[in-house]
């Protein structure tokens, strides 16, 4: 699947039930640009998503998904403040430091998001205290 912002190819996912409130239009697929960190929803999911395509320090395990979902939300912490609520702490339930993969996320270059990594890291830190 192609990045409708930047045309890089994305990774797609099965979305459980309990996180597809959070995609757009409630898909049980979604897909992450691993450049622009844009989220969609998608027709397919990757039978073995890349999540290292994103970020080497990306999880590949239970947190995988809520994570990528929460990134994919970043763009607007107003708008998406109760989805981010309620993915972080599973990130963290499932032993993954959302805000130290954010770290790494931004000192690894690559990734061009519309907002800024850090000053969002930052953002969320203060959401989750």
């Known amino acids: 699947m192609e990045c409708p912002a930047c045309r890089a190819r994305m990774v ?17 697929c979604a897909a992450l640009c691993p450049e622009c960190l844009t989220l969609v929803a998608a027709n397919s999911a990757s039978d073995d998503p890349r999540f290292d395509r994103i970020s080497s320090a990306f999880p590949d ?24 609520q309620e993915l972080l702490p599973a ?8 805000l130290l993969v ?5 000192a690894q270059g ?14 969320l830190q203060q959401l989750l205290d």
């Open 110 to 123: 690559g990734v061009q998001p519309e907002f800024d990594i850090s000053r969002r890291r930052h953002q």
């Open 61 to 84: 395990n239970e947190a995988a998904v809520p994570l990528a979902l929460a990134v994919g939300l970043l763009d607007s912490l107003a708008l998406h403040r109760t989805a981010l």
């Open 12 to 28: 797609s996912f099965a979305v459980p039930l309990e996180y597809r409130e959070h995609v757009p239009e409630s898909s049980d």
């Open 91 to 98: 990130v963290e339930a499932a032993g993954v430091d959302p």
């Open 102 to 106: 954010l770290d790494r996320l931004d």
